[in-house]
């Protein structure tokens, strides 16, 4: 699978409709199967009010995500890519599609909106979608959600060996010689649910904002196969070969078992 | 803070309990308010029956916790420790206590038991005491309970500051080059709420058995503070400064809050 570390340009659709159609076109000669690339790829992320949101906005089946339902077929592989979508009601969302050689198979809306994302987005409502392709079953979210191990529980639950998470990840100092929190975050959610994780982050510098450009696939264990990147100011594609079939047991030990060990009767009050 | 990385000598309670008196002093010593000793450090941890286990089993009012709560009152320090703990009844419990300088506060039983562990305790089923010391709100947990997202959320809820970790991490190959998994594991556990978590391993070789040694003590954004130890095979202890009112405000960024931003009400399927 590959991560294609992008750097759209920002309100520009057709310009970004093109650098995608690259980016998937080179994964999939370089042998990848299932594609991610970054959050609100279709438009750039650093909206300064509503109206450019809504001006970048495009429906599910919208130029963007029928090029990329197009780019899915011809290149026999899966594409999760970030949009920013607007509904017949004139809702944006801040969505991902999931296109698979028989077409589109799920849009999800980000549910956990970040930062000034909720003065603009409307926040989704729907559970991670866990979709059945020919190279695994596989779920979606995007950037902030995978800080909400809750969240992350229920595509795992769902019976998803793959969480493809496109992200803009905003760079920050943090201690030397440490991955980004975020990284850290994307190991846990996999390890304890033996789920592998392809986080896609973006590259370049927006509006002045810098980009952690932490692109990683972790294993099932958490570990990286490849990545994390570092941002590159050109962009970047990282791939690794995941046995998704690691994801179907969930045991790390003759005895233990990392969902059937949970005790969901004892966690109601994170649902309250 | 302290964490004591210390060898029990297996079956001999006796001992065990000079080893933590020993322990406690140092770390007070060393300036420290609050000292967190390992999983089952009053007895050891590989018992191969259950009737090795109820050899070593004491009741909460028993001398090892008895001790505990003298050490506290006399060194002026919060002790969290594990201890194998019988009831009344004749039921075994992976237990860890809190005791300050008022007292014993409270007894805590591992709800999620790792591999054999299954085979001699009673897994618990209360939720993590969170204790109002004069140090800040603590609460306690162990060892395999930090792997279970949803566990680690309910003291982080209930206002924990500082989450105080037993633990006893079995060894097992890495990539070269990583950290523990477990360790990462704590780093998003407290990234994710905000709350410092201090975890203390065992040291030495017990049955055959190593460890990890991997004992950390993380802030509130996840990043180790003292630690990840690697094992010693004579024991260690690391402190660190810590300013748990940083834990009180779940802010990330002007307008995300960790908790605030949750969902509870699309969690539900977590808890079924």
Redesign the interface.
Known sequence: MACCQLIPSFGDLAANRDLTASAVAEAAAAGASVVVLPELISSGYVFESREEARACAQPSDGETVRLWTRLAAHHQVVIVAGFCEVTADGELYNSAALADPTGLRGVYRK??????E??WFT?G?D?PPVVTTRFGRIAVMIC?DL?????V??PA?DGAQLLCAPVNWPAYS??AG?RA?EV??V???A??NRMFIAACDRDGIERGVGWIGGSVIVDA???PLAGPLEPTGSGAMITAACKLDDALSKAV????D?HA????????????
């Open positions: 549910a956990h909106l970040w930062d000034a909720r003065l926040p409502s559970a902030y800080e909400f191990p809750e969240w529980r229920l639950l943090r201690p440490e929190a850290i975050r190991q846990a959610d390890g304890v264990d958490g570990w030990s003759p005895l233990s990392m060990d949970r005790r969901p009767g004892l966690y109601r009050r994170v649902a309250e």
